[in-house]
C-alpha cells in the first residue's frame, strides 16, 4: 500500500546535513510507492526546501518562526505536531542524529508511537517494512518492525546510501503556521568545541588514537593526517580517561558508535568495547607498535610500527596523492 | 529534593555475544548497571549531598535485577524499586517499559529524574524522554553539567562534542552524557549498609496498570551476528615502502581516498 512519509530535513551550518538525504532514500521504500514530504523546521529554511526535493522529496513542508532558530525539545515538537496535525502521515523518519534523538522518543510517546531508533538499513519483506538496527554497540543485530500504526524510525548516518541529486527535479513547497510558545527550556550559549564541521558520527572517515598517542599534543599528527584527508579525529576510552581529549571524542560501547567508509586506529590496542565502537566501518587501518595487538584482527590493513612515524609519513603521502588526483 | 534514578541491568561490556534461536544467550554472562546509569545514580547522590533529600533508584525487569540496585544502594541510594514486570509481559519495547515507568512515578512528585543517555544492549535511548513526556515534565538529554539553584536549573548539554547551555526549572528529567562526572565505587561500610537499606518490589497490577495498557509497539522478527570479517592483511618491508602501499590499497583496492 503507498504510504505518506515525512522525513525531518535537518541543517548544520545553514547546510542540509548528509544524514537527511540518507532518511529520504530510506522514505522512499518506507513510502512503497507513495509520497515522500520532505519537512523543514527553523527560522529561516525556505530555501533548503527544494534540495531536498532534488534528493527524492516529491514535496516540502516549511515551519518558520523566530523562536525555531535554535532548536529545543518543546519548539519543534509543537512545529512537528503542526505539520502532523496537517498531514496525517503515514510515518516519519528523523536522522539518527543529536537532534533526531531528542526529539523522536518525545514525539513516539506523544503520539502513542512505537519507534525504531537508529536504523542502519530498511528493506520491504512481504509487504512489510522491516529496519535493521545495531544492538550491543553493534555487537549483534536486530530485524524490528511495527505491525500497526505509525512507522516511525530514526537513520543512522553513513549506512544508507543517498540518491543521486537530480538538479531538474523540482516540486511544491508550501508552509505550515505553528504557535510556537511556553518553552520550557532555553538555549542561553552554544560553545563551539567540534572540529570544524566534520561531525564524528557523520564522517566519511575517522582518524582515532588510543593509549599510544601518550599525550594530548600526541593527537596533533591525527588531526594533521584528519585535515588531509577531510575527516574527523575521534579516540577510545583509554585516551579519553587518560585525559588526551575530551569525552565527546570517545568511540565505543560507551561512548559513539561510528561506521565510517575508513577507519585508521592509531595507538589502539583493540579491546572488546573499543571494537563494538568501530567494527562495522566498511574500511579499518591499524597502526600498532604491538603486532599481537587485537586490533589487527577487525583490520583490513595493518601496519606494526611507531604511529608518530607512520601518521605524518602517510599525511604527506596522502598530500601527494591528493594533489596528484587534481 | 526528591531524586528518583532510572536504572537499567545490562550485559557486562566485556561479555561476547551470542545468539542461539534468535534470542541473546544471557547463561553465564556478567551483568552490571548500565554505565550511563552510574552517571545518573552518582550525579544523583551529589544533588542530594547539596540539596538534601533522597535519591530512590527504580528499575523495570525480574529478581535478577537485585544485585545492580543493591549497587547502586551501596554506592549511596537511600531506596530501590523493582518492578518486576517477568509475570505480565513476555516481551516489551521502549514503549512498554516507559508506560510501566510513568505508572509508578505519576504520583511521586519528583522534582529531577536522572536517566542514562543511553543503555549500551538496547541502544535506542528512548525511555527517558518517553517518560518525562508521559509526566508533562520538561527534559534535556546527554547533560555534561547540572547545576540547581531554587526551582532554577542551569545545563551543560553535549551536542555532538559541542556544549549547549540550558536554563530549565524543575520538575525535571535528564539523561546523562559521559564527562558528567566520575561514578564512584561502592564502599566496604556502603555494601553493608545497603543490606538494611529498603527494596520494595512491586508488579504492574500494584501500578493499576494491565498488560494491555503496555504492550509493545515494536516487533524483533530476528537478531543475528554481524558477518565475520576475512583476515586483514599486515603490510611488509620497510616503514617508508609500507606507507606507500598502504596508501596505494585505499586508493585503488579499497577505494576509499
Known amino acids: ?326 | 529534593m526528591n531524586l528518583i534514578v532510572l536504572m537499567k541491568r545490562t550485559f557486562d561490556t566485556e561479555e561476547k555475544i551470542t545468539i542461539s534461536d534468535g534470542r541473546i544467550q544471557e547463561d553465564g554472562a556478567e551483568f552490571i548497571i548500565n554505565p550511563y546509569d552510574e552517571y545518573a545514580i552518582e550525579e544523583a547522590i551529589q544533588l542530594r549531598d547539596k540539596h538534601g533529600g533522597e535519591v530512590t533508584v527504580i528499575t523495570v525487569g525480574n529478581d535478577d535485577a537485585e544485585k545492580q540496585l543493591r549497587t547502586a544502594l551501596a554506592m549511596g541510594a537511600d531506596k530501590a524499586v523493582l518492578i518486576n514486570s517477568e509475570e505480565d509481559i513476555e516481551e516489551g519495547d521502549q514503549y512498554t517499559t516507559s508506560k510501566i515507568l510513568v505508572g509508578y512515578l505519576k504520583d511521586k512528585e519528583a522534582d529531577i529524574i536522572l536517566a542514562g543517555n543511553v543503555a549500551i544492549d538496547g541502544g535506542s535511548g528512548q525511555v527517558g524522554p518517553r517518560v518525562a513526556e508521559g509526566l508533562g515534565i520538561a527534559c534535556v538529554t546527554t547533560i555534561t553539567n547540572i547545576e540547581v539553584n531554587g526551582q532554577n536549573v542551569l545545563i551543560t548539554r553535549d551536542v555532538e562534542g559541542d556544549q549547549e547551555k540550558i536554563s530549565t526549572s524543575l520538575p525535571l528529567l535528564v539523561t546523562c552524557q559521559q564527562g558528567l562526572n566520575e561514578p564512584r565505587y561502592p564502599s566496604l561500610p556502603g555494601i553493608m549498609k545497603a543490606k538494611k537499606k529498603p527494596l520494595e518490589e512491586l508488579e504492574l497490577d500494584d501500578l493499576d496498570l494491565d498488560e494491555e495498557e503496555a504492550a509493545p509497539k515494536t516487533k524483533t522478527t530476528d537478531r543475528f551476528m554481524p558477518p565475520e570479517k576475512a583476515a586483514g592483511r599486515i603490510l611488509k618491508g620497510d616503514t617508508a615502502d609500507q606507507v606507500k602501499e598502504l596508501a596505494a590499497l585505499l586508493r585503488s583496492e579499497a577505494k576509499v581516498i
Open chain 1, 1 to 326: 500500500m503507498p504510504k505518506k512519509i515525512m522525513v525531518l530535513g535537518e541543517t548544520r551550518g545553514g547546510q542540509l546535513r548528509n544524514v537527511s538525504f540518507e532518511a529520504i532514500a530510506a522514505g522512499k521504500t518506507a513510502a512503497q510507492s507513495g509520497e515522500v514530504v520532505g519537512v523543514l523546521i527553523g527560522d529561516s529554511v525556505q530555501p533548503l526546501a527544494q534540495e531536498m526535493i532534488r534528493y527524492g522529496a516529491d514535496r516540502g513542508i516549511v515551519v518558520e518562526d523566530k523562536n525555531l532558530s535554535h532548536y529545543t525539545s518543546d519548539g519543534f515538537t509543537q512545529a512537528f505536531m503542526a505539520v502532523l496535525d496537517q498531514e496525517q502521515p503515514d510515518g516519519i523518519l528523523f536522522g539518527h542524529t543529536a537532534l533526531g534523538k531528542d526529539l523522536s522518543p518525545k514525539l513516539a510517546a506523544k503520539l502513542n508511537a512505537g519507534l525504531i531508533s537508529d536504523a542502519t538499513d530498511i528493506s520491504e519483506e512481504d509487504g512489510q517494512i522491516v529496519f535493521t538496527r545495531p544492538i550491543y554497540s553493534g555487537k549483534a543485530f536486530e530485524k524490528v518492525m511495527i505491525d500497526e500504526g505509525l512507522l516511525f524510525a530514526t537513520i543512522r548516518p553513513n549506512n544508507i546510501a543517498p540518491l543521486k541529486r537530480d538538479e531538474g527535479r523540482s516540486g511544491d513547497v508550501s508552509s505550515v503556521s505553528a504557535s510556537i510558545k511556553d518553552l520550557r527550556t532555553a538555549v542561553e550559549e552554544i560553545v563551539r568545541k567540534s572540529a570544524d564541521g566534520v561531525d564524528l558520527a557523520e564522517a566519511k572517515i575517522v582518524i582515532a588514537g588510543g593509549r599510544g598517542v601518550k599525550s594530548k599534543e600526541g593527537f596533533q599528527p591525527l588531526k594533521e593526517l584528519a585535515e588531509v584527508l577531510g575527516g574527523a579525529v575521534g579516540a577510545s576510552r583509554g585516551a579519553c580517561d587518560a585525559d588526551y581529549c575530551d569525552y565527546s571524542l570517545q568511540i565505543g560501547q560507551t561512548g559513539k558508535v561510528v561506521t565510517p567508509d575508513l577507519y585508521i586506529a592509531c595507538g589502539i590496542s583493540g579491546a572488546i568495547q573499543h571494537l563494538a565502537g568501530m567494527s562495522n566501518s566498511k574500511v579499518i587501518v591499524a597502526i600498532n607498535k604491538d603486532p599481537d595487538a587485537d586490533i589487527f584482527k577487525v583490520a583490513d590493513y595493518g601496519i606494526v610500527g611507531d604511529l608518530f612515524e607512520v601518521v605524518p609519513m602517510l599525511t604527506e603521502e596522502f598530500k601527494k596523492v591528493k594533489a596528484g588526483s587534481l
